[in-house]
């Protein structure tokens, strides 16, 4: 029996269909402020690939409570499922999304306990990374160097001012790779102070887009003392949870 789950996200939207609990298919699309739209089109793409429909579906993210079809359930439960199917012994979650951040803390069976959410505003976001590294037009090997470069403390955590900083920065001549170490090593304070609102793990698993830059990932180890492990694809962890589930 096939199961799917789809993921509704803010920037982008994911499907992944099982079965007999083996995942057979997944695909990733951008939302364009249509999440639910990406969604029908993801499904369509499936359909039309297999010839048949999924016989459980599962929806979750921003967009799910206005699909046509499937079960709704929220994205923390699907997060914790699907990251308890990796990683059945770590208890703490962060999950750094285009649009928001959250933590999760699970039990031995994968129960939520506890979680908080920041979606107020950009600042510590997937979406917050995205758009400063976008304005700084890095060449790869600039990306490179800042691994080894000395961060440059960037102040502001609210994404207008902090470009302001950035551009500032530039002007003086400040080089790139600094700009970009110091972004990620101020995003991975937030994000740390964040994770130890809610316990203080030995290890954390990190899913979600932000997941993909090894620098805040480096830099998070450093702030919270600990291990962070990544699932094989972060970004499909909340979809893959979600065709568990369905």
């Given at each position: 029996?096939?199961?799917?789950?789809?993921d509704?996200?803010s920037v982008?939207?994911?499907?992944v269909?099982l079965?007999?609990?083996e995942?057979?298919?997944?695909q990733?699309?951008?939302?364009?402020?249509d999440?639910?739209?990406?969604?029908?089109?993801l499904l369509k793409?499936y359909?039309?690939?297999?010839?048949?429909?999924?016989?459980q579906?599962?929806?979750?993210?921003?967009?799910?409570?206005n699909?046509?079809?499937?079960?709704?359930i929220?994205?923390?439960?699907?997060?914790?499922?699907?990251?308890?199917?990796?990683?059945?012994?770590?208890?703490?979650?962060?999950?750094?999304?285009?649009?928001d951040?959250?933590?999760i803390k699970k039990?031995a069976?994968?129960?939520i306990?506890?979680?908080?959410?920041?979606?107020?505003?950009?600042?510590?976001?997937g979406?917050f990374?995205?758009?400063?590294?976008k304005?700084?037009?890095?060449?790869?090997?600039?990306?490179?160097?800042?691994?080894d470069a000395?961060?440059?403390p960037?102040?502001?955590m609210?994404?207008?001012?902090?470009?302001?900083?950035?551009?500032?920065?530039?002007?003086?001549?400040?080089?790139?790779?600094?700009?970009?170490?110091g972004?990620?090593?101020?995003?991975?304070?937030?994000?740390?102070?964040?994770?130890?609102?809610?316990?203080?793990p030995?290890?954390?698993?990190?899913?979600g887009?932000?997941?993909?830059?090894?620098?805040?990932?480096?830099?998070?180890?450093?702030?919270?003392?600990?291990k962070?492990v990544i699932p094989?694809?972060p970004?499909?962890?909340?979809?893959?949870?979600?065709?568990?589930?369905a």
């Amino acid at each position: 029996m096939k199961q799917a789950g789809l993921d509704l996200g803010s920037v982008n939207t994911k499907l992944v269909v099982l079965e007999d609990g083996e995942r057979i298919y997944s695909q990733v699309v951008p939302s364009r402020f249509d999440s639910v739209q990406a969604g029908i089109r993801l499904l369509k793409v499936y359909r039309a690939e297999y010839g048949e429909e999924p016989k459980q579906l599962v929806v979750t993210g921003y967009g799910r409570v206005n699909f046509p079809e499937g079960r709704v359930i929220t994205e923390i439960s699907c997060q914790g499922r699907g990251c308890h199917a990796y990683f059945p012994d770590y208890a703490y979650i962060l999950d750094l999304g285009g649009q928001d951040a959250k933590v999760i803390k699970k039990n031995a069976q994968g129960k939520i306990v506890r979680f908080i959410m920041n979606d107020k505003c950009a600042a510590g976001t997937g979406r917050f990374l995205d758009i400063i590294l976008k304005g700084l037009d890095l060449s790869s090997e600039e990306l490179k160097l800042a691994a080894d470069a000395k961060p440059m403390p960037i102040n502001s955590m609210c994404t207008v001012f902090a470009e302001s900083e950035v551009i500032t920065m530039l002007a003086k001549g400040i080089p790139k790779p600094e700009v970009v170490a110091g972004l990620f090593k101020s995003t991975a304070q937030r994000l740390a102070n964040f994770v130890e609102s809610v316990g203080h793990p030995e290890c954390l698993i990190f899913t979600g887009g932000g997941a993909h830059y090894n620098l805040l990932i480096r830099f998070l180890e450093q702030e919270l003392k600990g291990k962070v492990v990544i699932p094989p694809e972060p970004e499909l962890t909340a979809a893959f949870g979600a065709a568990l589930l369905a």
